[in-house]
């Protein structure tokens, strides 16, 4: 009744093409995202900013990252953390060695270097395919990892072979280091975030996206309709990696403000990949979905114990965790197991022809 | 020094000069090459019967290990121990049939990837809460498994074989035998190559897809609980063994994810060629160079061969 | 399922009426958070860790009722020794104002130490974290006492030129072979053994190992067996541990010249069997249950039933590192309390604690531990205090002290230390400058 397109007429090419065509979902949109700049700031504590928010930023622009990879463009990876670091390592070296330029501009300057090493592993990408392909991309995990431990001028020879986030600001206010407060690094972390699904969406609704889906449906039919497989399987690895290595800059210098190179190790590729599929392949809302689910549900699950006054030891609440988030998975994939975002597109159209679905 | 010497010639003037520790390293990788082929033996067994890629492989070795030892920690004998896990890996691979696999039937692979994902996090849960998270030693004695080591006095030095990898490769060899003769003579066997060659054409003469999962499941089970008690008899036995799980990955991406026989051969090599590696080319790059070069001798083997040492070529028709 | 954690449950079931009541009168104690990892890959070490620490500090609640008459809220928060989940911990139990961290991490540790001066919460990084850390002018909130890895590297140097007949030069022309994780931790000694080995003319060989490779140290023995070094120096963390003393077992090292860093357990060397027998690892206190505060601890917690940790592991290695450091967390307080005069004390009441902190060998016959570790002493340039360590020999069923207490050769080791406080306050430019007054100038 409130939902449906019923009376918007689109009258040119351009309002028939764009990504929220129905009227209900741009106020949606516009709602969900005065919530995030203005509510969620000022209600939410230091806790929810910092340990919810900020993390399930981060975690979702990584996720979405993987998504252009594996979800439109069907190749799957398992070395998006490996790129992360890139990333965050990029920043840290560009921002130590020019201090002067502010640490924003470095944080998305960092992904392009990413972004070169992506390529450089997505070569193979043309010979090899499938699950073969996944091995390609751990190799990079494992290999980047590795440097990260051993190539010192990574960490500009720190003895704690960790690299730590120098405090910077703009315009006088703190954004990183400990003086950052939790809600300024919160609005930069949403700007970014923001911006960039903004361009992804652009990315995978135009040309190159549909390119990209193409190739993962059937690749040789897409060589026949003319997309030349190569550079387009190379430019999904090259713009996954962009968005891996600014979520990675943005992780060490956001949110955790120092990371030793085991903060990208194999497990945190593992948990971007099923936040995609969880949330929805080949979906950005689902990304969002998926990184929900996987970072917000364990916090909640652990913190409800101790909301309703059981007072249960640490580790056994840990380990009903890992059952509770276990058993949610496979019941979630059984309910839908196209993703989140599939339910969100059910609810969508039951609202559409509600009251009388017939 | 030249690097090209130190990379072509010096590695090579090294074993020549030192036979017994080049022996060493081969028996060394060859062991560990047995119990990589042993965890990769495990996925391949589910992925040809239900297309399944299992993530939770190297989470029931851990598992299956864990209970086997809890069991004992509670008084039960141990070869009853034994017995007892083995049933609760039976029961593991019912449950896994009944609650994940039949709801999830005709899903696209990824999915129930995603749900063997759901299922570590489960066993992990599990498995901590009923035997608590700290490490745990194998009972490989109580087990009948040998200890100690035999020294050979050969090759101009000393060549040291251990009782247990011994036993290890032994066992790893009936089971891999065991599990050959039981697809090739068995009527279950028959069922199941039937089912990893085309499931619906399996399904048309009559063979039950649901029985074949729990019996590839509990092979599976079994295979992991002689990996998790080898593996635990070399170290110990706790949630970190999870780690070695993954170094059959590049195993399988040579063997391909559907050849046993690939399994095998792919697992010596990432095992020998490892060791080799490490021991020889390793001090070049300052060594610990393991965790990456199993990944890079697989990308080296794909380049060339696309679908693995013994993987299927697949036709691709529109 | 284990007593442990049946108990747990249905004491969460009994208290489930009882939680909401002590929430409340959180102001009249003293709320200290135990940073804990019982479960994850490490877990082997965090739960003896765990227990000692906390039934320390239950032990003081039952017996004493608290310190200074004041109760000790203390909660755990599990980080599985995950950075991440880490600093989840650190934001639930900031709002309760924590009168110090324990972090139990060296990653987590990194991440707050520049947090700690902002949200005015002392670190206790009880001898890990960031070695550097020991410069109180320069870390005026973070404490790791009592050595850092570099002291204890050079401990173990002393230790092997004692063996050979006494003094440094005896070093020379021997070859040092240094096994480690390859980490932050493990790497930490690489530029002491640079500097070491060349000024005291020993070979030193390195045998990293990456933590996905814990398990599978074979190539690693194989080298030791090529090179034949005169002795073995290990730095290792989790499964590294008992998988290294088996391989070592296994190529017949001799276990008499094989040295350990201070965090092995009993159980990583009872894996090895008797060819473990010989085994040094270093450590500052003792290991055994025979100290009248274990006994209260036995009599009072475990036997109450409020402890997690099962009767048989109270005084073993890492139980009594565990309880060490609630020992440190309890003396802090009590000096907290005699410096500001007030008996709920908050976190700069117990920064100011720790840093004129003073255990001696009175104190600690007074709180029952009387021989089990050397005094304590801080001051507020120095916040580790390089205390003497000595090396345990693993006799096939328990540690037995091997060694006269050892000096770290500060001389070498604190140049070193000065730099890396000095480049990472430079790194970290703008680093916040000394404003804490002092307590103690002597």
């Given at each position: 009744m409130f939902y449906r397109e019923a009376g918007q007429f689109k009258a040119t090419y351009a309002a028939d093409q764009a990504v929220f065509p129905i009227r209900q979902d741009r106020i949606g949109l516009a709602l969900i995202l005065v919530a995030a700049y203005v509510a969620v700031p000022l209600l939410g504590g230091d806790f929810l900013l910092s340990s919810v928010m900020i993390p399930f930023l981060i975690l979702s622009l990584a996720a979405i990252a993987l998504n252009i990879l594996t979800g439109y463009a069907g190749l799957v990876s398992l070395g998006t953390a490996g790129f992360m670091g890139a990333g965050a390592y990029a920043a840290y070296k560009l921002s130590t060695l020019?201090?002067?330029?502010?640490i924003l501009v470095w944080i998305v300057v960092s992904g392009f270097a990413s972004c070169a090493i992506g390529v450089l592993f997505g070569l193979p990408s043309l010979r090899i395919k499938g699950f073969y392909l996944t091995v390609a991309t751990l190799a990079s995990q494992f290999f980047l990892q590795w440097c990260f431990v051993r190539v010192s001028w990574l960490y500009n020879y720190n003895p704690s072979g960790a690299i730590e986030v120098p405090a910077r600001a703009l315009f006088g206010l703190a954004?990183?280091?400990?003086?950052?407060?939790p809600v300024t690094r919160y609005l930069i972390v949403l700007t970014i975030v923001v911006a960039m699904t903004w361009f992804a969406s652009n990315l995978v609704h135009g040309r190159i996206g549909r390119s990209w889906m193409a190739i993962r449906d059937m690749d040789i039919a897409a060589q026949l309709i003319g997309i030349r497989l190569y550079p387009a399987k190379l430019l999904a690895f090259a713009v996954s990696s962009f968005y891996a290595g600014v979520a990675g800059a943005m992780m060490v210098f956001l949110w955790l403000g120092a990371a030793e190179p085991d903060a990208f190790n194999i497990n945190l590729s593992f948990l971007l990949l099923f936040m995609v599929i969880i949330g929805g392949l080949g979906s950005l809302t689902g990304s969002f979905f998926g990184a929900a689910l996987i970072h917000i549900l364990p916090i909640a699950v652990r913190q409800a114990p101790a909301s309703v006054g059981l007072t249960i030891g640490g580790a056994t609440v840990e380990h009903l965790t890992y059952v509770i988030t276990g058993a949610m998975i496979i019941v979630f994939l059984i309910v839908e197991p196209h993703g989140l975002a599939r339910l969100l597109q059910i609810g969508k159209q039951k609202l559409r022809t509600w009251p009388f679905p017939y | 020094m030249n690097p090209l010497y130190q990379i072509f010639v010096d590695p090579f003037v090294q074993m020549a000069g030192a036979p017994d520790l080049f022996a060493q390293t081969i028996w060394e990788g060859f062991v560990g090459g047995m119990l990589y082929a042993l965890i990769a033996l495990g996925y391949v067994l589910i992925f040809k019967a239900s297309g399944v890629f299992n993530f939770a492989q190297g989470i029931m070795m851990v598992f299956a290990a864990l209970t086997l030892v809890g069991l004992h920690e509670m008084g039960v004998h141990a070869y009853i121990a034994l017995l007892l896990t083995l049933g609760v890996m039976y029961l593991l691979a019912v449950g896994v049939e009944r609650a994940v696999l039949r709801p999830l039937v005709n899903q696209p692979d990824i999915i129930l990837f995603m749900a063997t994902f759901g299922l570590t996090y489960l066993l992990i849960g599990a498995g901590e809460l009923v035997f608590g998270g700290n490490p745990k030693t194998m009972i490989a004695k109580e087990l009948g498994l040998p200890s100690g080591g035999i020294d050979f006095n050969i090759l101009g030095g000393l060549v040291s074989l251990q009782r247990i990898d011994i036993a290890a490769a032994v066992i790893a060899s009936i089971l891999v035998a065991g599990l050959a003769a039981f697809f090739q003579y068995t009527r279950v066997g028959r069922a199941l190559r039937a089912v990893a060659d085309d499931h619906q054409a399996a399904l048309s003469v009559g063979i039950s897809l649901n029985e074949i999962w729990v019996v590839v499941w509990f092979a599976a089970g079994v295979v992991a609980l002689a990996t998790g008690v080898m593996w635990g008899a070399r170290s110990n036995v706790s949630f970190a063994l999870q780690i070695v799980a993954l170094k059959a990955l590049p195993v399988l991406i040579l063997g391909g994810f559907t050849s046993v026989p690939g399994a095998i051969v792919g697992g010596l090599v990432v095992g020998i060629g490892e060791k080799l590696g490490e021991f020889y080319w390793g001090p070049l790059l300052g060594g610990g160079i393991e965790s990456w070069l199993a990944y890079v001798i697989a990308l080296a083997f794909l380049l060339f061969r696309p679908h693995g040492l013994f993987g299927e070529k697949i036709i691709e028709r529109i | 399922m284990t007593n442990a954690n049946l108990r747990l449950i249905l004491g969460a079931a009994t208290a489930l009426g009882l939680g909401a009541a002590t929430q409340t009168f959180a102001q009249d104690s003293i709320y200290v958070p135990l940073l804990t990892y019982r479960t994850g890959p490490y877990a082997g070490s965090g739960i003896p860790i765990a227990d000692g620490m906390r039934d320390y500090l239950t032990m003081l609640n039952e017996r004493d009722g608290g310190i200074g008459g004041v109760r000790i809220d203390i909660e755990e928060c599990e980080t599985g020794y995950d950075t991440k989940k880490g600093l989840e911990c650190y934001e639930q139990v900031k709002p309760k104002k924590p009168v110090v961290m324990n972090p139990w991490s060296t990653g987590l540790t990194l991440s707050i130490i520049p947090k700690a001066s902002v949200d005015k919460i002392p670190i206790l990084s009880m001898a890990y974290g960031l070695s550097a850390a020991a410069r109180g002018n320069v870390f005026p909130w973070v404490f790791n006492p009592p050595a850092t890895y570099w002291d204890g590297f050079s401990q173990m140097l002393e230790y092997i030129a004692n063996k050979e007949g006494g003094g440094v030069e005896k070093l020379k022309g021997k070859k040092i072979g240094y096994i480690y994780l390859d980490a932050g931790f493990g790497r930490e000694p690489l530029p002491l053994i640079e500097q070491l080995s060349k000024d005291f003319g020993f070979t030193p060989t390195l045998y990293p190992v990456a933590g996905t490779d814990m398990q599978n140290q074979s190539a690693q023995w194989l080298n030791v067996r090529r090179d034949r070094p005169d002795y073995m120096i290990m730095f290792g963390w989790g499964a590294l541990n008992p998988t290294a003393i088996k391989e070592a077992v296994k190529i017949n090292y001799p276990m008499d010249k094989f040295v350990s860093i201070w965090w092995v357990g009993e159980d990583d060397v009872k894996a090895a069997g008797d060819g473990a027998k010989g085994f040094r690892e270093l450590n500052w206190h003792a290991v055994g249950a025979e100290f009248p505060a274990l006994k209260d601890i036995q009599t009072r917690v475990v036997e109450k039933g409020k402890s997690q940790s099962p009767k048989e592991k109270v005084g073993s290695n890492l139980y009594n590192r565990g309880l060490y450091n609630g020992m440190l967390i309890a003396e802090a307080i009590v000096n907290a309390q005699k410096v500001t005069g007030r008996k709920v004390v908050n976190g700069e009441d117990v920064r100011r604690g720790l840093e004129s902190l003073n255990v001696d060998e009175a104190r600690l016959k007074q709180i029952g531990l009387e021989g089990f570790s050397g005094p304590v002493k801080l001051t507020c340039a120095d916040h580790n205090g390089h205390f003497p360590t000595y090396v345990q020999r693993w006799d096939g069923e328990k540690f037995v002290k091997d060694s006269d207490w050892i000096k770290p050769m500060s001389a070498k080791v604190d140049p070193l230390l000065e730099a890396d406080a000095k480049s990472y306050a430079e790194k970290n430019a703008p680093w916040p400058a000394r404003t804490e007054a002092c307590d103690n100038k002597s």
């Open positions: 020019f201090p002067q330029v502010n954004i990183t280091g400990p003086s950052a407060s | - | -």
